[in-house]
């Protein structure tokens, strides 16, 4: 399994980015996907996941209503749209694959490389 995370950068205060995670080496409709985020010195938390369908998402306190997670299947790739991102948002970030609709880690044994998001204040 091989999952390819991108679109990480330096951006301003308010500003957007939106990651991208390729997948390969699975039946990748059939994985919840989720997004993940550490920053220096911190844990590893949850920030978004979606359902095998595409047709449910949940998203951490910290970033409900900034992010938005989707999926595209026939191209086994998921997205994060971040908008108003503030410097607390700054991280890396993690895409991971799991069987579980879950928020916890450990509940996905599938992780990327990660990509970094850099937010400027």
């Known amino acids: 399994v091989q999952l390819q995370a991108s679109g990480g950068g330096l951006v301003q205060a308010g500003g957007c980015l939106r990651l991208?995670?390729?997948?390969?080496?699975?039946?990748?409709?059939?994985?919840?996907m989720g997004w993940f985020r550490q920053a220096p010195g911190k844990d590893r938390e949850f920030v978004a996941a979606?359902?095998?369908?595409?047709?449910?998402?949940y998203y951490a306190d910290s970033v409900k209503g900034r992010f938005t997670m989707s999926r595209d299947n026939a191209k086994n790739t998921v997205y994060l749209q971040m908008n108003s991102l503030k410097p607390e948002d700054a991280a890396v970030y993690y895409c991971?694959?799991?069987?579980?609709?879950?928020?916890?880690?450990?509940?996905?044994?599938?992780w990327g490389q990660g990509t970094e998001v850099t937010v400027s204040s």
């Open positions: 991208s995670c390729a997948a390969s080496g699975l039946t990748f409709s059939s994985y919840v």
């Open positions: 991971a694959a799991s069987r579980y609709y879950d928020t916890s880690v450990h509940k996905y044994p599938y």
């Open positions: 979606i359902n095998w369908s595409g047709g449910s998402t």
